[in-house]
């Protein structure tokens, strides 16, 4: 583990962004601040944080899209993500997951329990290696189909569509492939994406399993890839090669 923690904190309030800065440095971290996403990706042209710290509500474009950018984005998809608002709603935080964010946290909320959310939310990121490894330590591993490109972290439909995964979709979707043709309910499919407890991230299975049978093209209301077993959980159904 590393001697400091390098967090990024994209928040427009200058007084919150100095509190945040100040308690954070006080505890050892590394710390840079942004007030919008330009000085964002101005600040990680050269410089590369373990976590950004971001605001929901941003001006220009919002920290729910440029959470997506960076989830996306092969340079920042590593980078740990948790987003920060003064909006409790539940759809809120499932959209903030849904485009990749690690971890939500409501304003306003204590230094101390931020501090324990970073520290969690790195250990997590840290361990990412082991996440279920694919079978057979392929790079590409085919099913009905469909190629999923591991190093490149994107999807190749049968049609040859690159179709790019989020990194919360990425490894859900290989968690899948390495139980293939198994029932897995919520709790065990928390477990095995090293997501937190699960009263928290229940709903969030939930609407990342409905963004893979978009990804895949699977009709909602009759899946043939992901198959909901009632009672039991989710089952992908397929044949990999």
Avoid at 6 to 17: G, M, P
Avoid at 152 to 168: F, Q, W
Wanted: aromatic share 6%; net charge negative.
């Amino acid at each position: 583990m590393p001697d400091f923690d390098k967090i990024l904190i994209v928040e427009d309030d200058r007084e919150t962004r100095t509190l945040i800065r100040e308690y954070l440095e006080d505890n050892g971290c590394q710390v840079r601040e942004a007030g919008d996403g330009r000085q964002m990706w101005e600040i990680l042209s050269q410089w590369e944080p373990d976590l950004i710290l971001m605001d929901l509500m941003l001006p220009g474009e919002d920290g729910l899209m440029l959470c997506k950018r960076l989830s996306v984005d092969e340079t920042t998809r590593n980078i740990a993500i948790i987003m920060l608002t003064a909006r409790g709603d539940e759809m809120d935080r499932i959209l903030g997951l849904e485009m990749g964010a690690d971890d939500y946290l409501s304003k306003p909320f204590s230094s101390r329990e931020l501090l324990a959310r970073i520290r969690s939310v790195l250990r997590r990121a840290r361990s990412s290696t082991r996440v279920p490894a694919a079978p057979k330590e392929r790079e590409e591993i085919r099913f009905n189909g469909w190629t999923l490109r591991l190093s490149a972290r994107h999807l190749l439909s049968p049609d040859g569509v690159i179709v790019d995964l989020t990194k919360g979709e990425m490894i859900l979707l290989q968690v899948f492939l390495h139980h293939p043709n198994e029932a897995l309910d919520r709790d065990r499919l928390t477990e095995l994406c090293h997501a937190r407890e699960a009263t928290v991230f229940d709903r969030s299975i939930d609407v990342q399993v409905g963004r893979l049978r978009k990804r895949l093209r699977d009709d909602p209301k009759n899946p043939t890839f992901i198959k909901t077993v009632w009672g039991k959980g989710y089952m992908l159904t397929a044949e990999i090669a």
